[in-house]
């Protein structure tokens, strides 16, 4: 195994487990629509109750999305986290109180009411989606950070990384682009939450709430990814020179990508295709709950493909609009080759896991939720 | 190029704070989640194997409590990760090749566990097999005790870094050894020490509740059984936490001397040196140790402390003074001097600057090579800067010892109650008050403990290696500082809700709990 090869797998894993991260990002998208969806407190116990079980994967992935980016490729950790303060910051209190508002909400002794906690799932539904979307669109559209490792052996000015102005990452909310993936990935999370929510529970009602709202969400959706596409295909992307590691622009370059890296290209368009099949079978056939299998598979294949069309083929994936020179790249800002090496083996662990996760999954999951398991006990 | 660098004392001292306050309400929930685990794994297994419904009870009431705990651990934990990235990014680059692996290893291997299997526990009572179900309760606890694991090796490596090079080319540590790493002694003694310490507050916590119903006569099964375990676990974790801390004094001893200065409030050492029970050392103020011989007031047992850390009645233990000044230990190494250490970590970073500016030779690598382990003191300006606030470590640990030996004869105490007596009796309302006085103790010492750990080492984020000034982020101490109140705000009532709905489920006692008392009324 040669650097180059584990320097691509590790990117590879940080595109799957950002993949898998938006497609659980369900949660997000059903607590968003709490409201909406849930129109009595039986009816908001229900939705609560089927996101309430599968909370913690999209917490824990989204944990270990972190770790595994800071132990792969540090410089990115330290320059993004440490730079744009705010932006992470936020989507960190909305998922702080997120992990609470389950267990709390309907507990004896919760003074500060049910509502509450409904609010803060709301909150989390919403600016979570939307900060982590406009945080990944800055892959393609670029950040204001300066890196400079010479700083570090001035005792004066130490710090090697820094963001250019004083917004503390939140710059990034001022560029329309970032805007667009942000609320796509919304709009994406409240399809995905729908689907799930009309696979996970049996109740007629929420079904035909669930099924008119989806195709509202999914027009949104479709026609922002499409701009937001079409913007990426044809902008200049941010490519570097795989001897000397000099960053140039380079016209088209993600749309080059697509067509050097054909595989990706066709892996994406299956992946689309299934998104929209499984969106449109909802809509169109009355009884169909299966959605979200076909939705849940094509939304991690086309995140995966996007990913890796933003860190392969020598390009940079963190690309800097103040200093092109200290854009970052799958090269330039990984771990040593040991760590690399010896985090390959861990993550062939990776399997082993996804099988218990599948297993108690399903074992949890082998009857529907419906409105007598809420008044039985075990329950949020 | 554009330089704006914002960097100041004020930001790190917010940075500090910060990240203290996130650890401390951080630690008040993680000791309970792995301290219930264990109690209530043991209480599922009586159920398992004997099936009565009892024991069922028992198991699902202590689960409801540890639901509550467990959402304020996971709430508060997802921040310590991130702020290594948000507010201590140089240190994310400088040493993250080393520092990165284990918090990956713990999300992939640990947390995923936990989180699978604590759905399974709440929600899969009639949805899975009792053995199933059996398992997926020891799997949450095993999760969270791997977890701990991951994290306290982190941690350990800040202490006592090892298995590491530095590499100029990419001007950060790397790691050469995983092993080394992940095994490194000091890892392995505080996950023992730090483990069995969380099953104390467990074992603490599950005595109170159930002295708080002895008390009011309810649920007087449930609390004697509970008692019995709980205090079989407490007495053994507790005797484990006496053993692993001598280990914890020796290894501190050995690879952070300072911080043993601290918190004996050592200022000159030598051979023979008694460990300090009493004295006074203002909790307030920087204690004058450059001026003083010792603290007021000290009352100390003869040898303890050379055998503590040297595990020789006659051994060397040096003192802030000697640390500052150079010292030579009876086998005739040598310990340079603050002055020297400057000067070698002075040496390094002129020789890495030159480095990156082409000097490659062979002679500059040799002296990159024999500074780097000196690295951080080129940073240091003055002696004040490398000596930790003195009262914190001395105090805390005190505080950790003194209720720590209590505990011990608590639990003694607890178990020939419990099997020798009616503990339902009212003439041992002295003991309900005894564990509930002893509740709030045990957190205390906990937290403690770690106040010893974390600010005994200031102000290195890497010993010797990496000070808080250089490993902070470049941000506004304003935002800092608005964060800090932000996380202070939205803990504080967390807890207050947590604590609120602990009490009521606590009033409320276990579901069934009627039915079986019936049965126990028809039984007599």
Redesign the interface.
Known sequence: MSYTFLQQYWWFLISLLGALLVFLLFVQGANSLIFVLGKTPEERRLLINSTG??W??T??T???F???F???F??F???????A??L??LI??S???Q??S???QN??????GVKTFQVCLVVNGIVGPLLLGGAVATFFNGSNF?V??????D?F??????????S?GLDALLDPWNVVLGVAIVALSMILGILYLINNIDDEVLYSRCRRNLGYVSGIFLALFLIFLIHILLKDGYAYDPISGVIMLEPMKYLYNFIEMWPLLIIFLVGVALLLYGIIRTIMQSGFERGIWFVGIGVVMVVLVLFLIVGWNNTAYYPSN??LQSSLTIVNSS??E??LR??FV??L??PF?LA??VY??R??D??KIDRSEISR???Y | MINVLEITSTTVDWSRAQFALTAIYHWLFVPLTLGLALIMGIAETCYYRTKKRFWRDVSRFWQKLFGVNFAMGVATGIILEFEFGTNWSNYSWFVGDVFGAPLAIEGIVAFFMESTFVAVMFFGWKKVSPSFHLASTWLTGIGATISAWWILVANSWMQDPIGQTFNPDTMRFEMNSFWNVALSPFAVDKFFHTVTSTWIIGSVFCIAVCCWYLWHKREVKLAVESIKIASWVGIAASLLVLMTGDHSAYMVARTQPMKLAAMEALYHGGVDQGLTGVAWVNPFVQADYANKEEPPMRIAVPHMLSFLATHDMHGYVPGVNDIINGYVMPDGTCEPSLKQKIEMGKKAIVAVSRYRKGDTSKVNRQVIAENIRYFGYGYVKSADQIVPFIPVNFWCFRIMVGVGCLLILFFAVSLFLVYRKDLSAIRFRWYYALALFLLPLSYLASECGWMVAEFGRQPWTIQDMLPTWVAVSDIRAGSVALTFFIFLVLFTTMLAVAISIMLKEIKRGPEHSIVESNNQNSES
């Open positions: 079980r599968k913690e994967f917490f824990t989204l944990v270990t972190g770790g595994a800071f132990a792969s540090p410089l950790y330290s320059t993004s986290f440490g730079g303060y705010w992470w910051m960190l209190f998922f702080v109180v992990a609470v389950y267990e709390f507990k004896l002794g919760n003074f500060l300066v400079d490792k010479m700083n570090i052996v005792s000015q130490p710090v090697i990384s820094h963001w250019t102005n004083a503390c103040a200093d771990s040593s040991f760590t010896t985090m861990v993550s662990l990776v896991v218990y996760i108690a999954w074992s949890i082998k009857k006990g075990d329950v």
